[in-house]
């Protein structure tokens, strides 16, 4: 079992910064198995949309919307992912999730597990 548990988030105003974590911890066994890592967000009424993505190699991904303004990055050896955003926009006041894609042993198949969510509010 691997659980993830996200930090960072709360109140900033619009053109500030704030750098989110997320930390994977459980069997090392499983946690040997996770690949990518990922930070979502959900604003109110709207649907859960991916932000920026990371593999375990470093390969990244991100969103149009974050136009530069995001950084993912992760430490293998903390099973942590981070998300460094600056210049935000109260467009950004979400919940931020944190994903990691992992394998299943018992059952042999791809396994996601999603954190508890951390909230961002952006004032203008």
């Known amino acids: 079992q691997v659980q993830l548990v996200e930090s960072g988030g709360g109140l900033v105003q619009a053109g500030g910064s704030l750098r989110l974590s997320c930390e994977a911890s459980g069997s090392i066994l499983s946690l040997n198995t996770m690949d990518s890592m990922a930070w979502y967000r959900q604003a109110l009424g709207k649907q859960r949309e991916l932000v920026a993505a990371i593999t375990r190699r470093g390969l990244t991904n991100y969103a149009g919307f974050v136009e530069g303004r995001f950084t993912i990055s992760r430490d293998n050896a903390k099973n942590t992912a981070y998300l460094q955003m600056n210049s935000l926009k109260s467009e950004d006041t979400a919940v931020y999730y944190c994903?990691?894609?992992?394998?299943?042993?018992?059952?042999?198949?791809?396994?996601?597990?999603w954190g508890q969510g951390t909230l961002v509010t952006v004032s203008s």
């Open positions: 994903k990691a894609d992992l394998t299943d042993l018992v059952r042999v198949r791809p396994l996601e597990v």
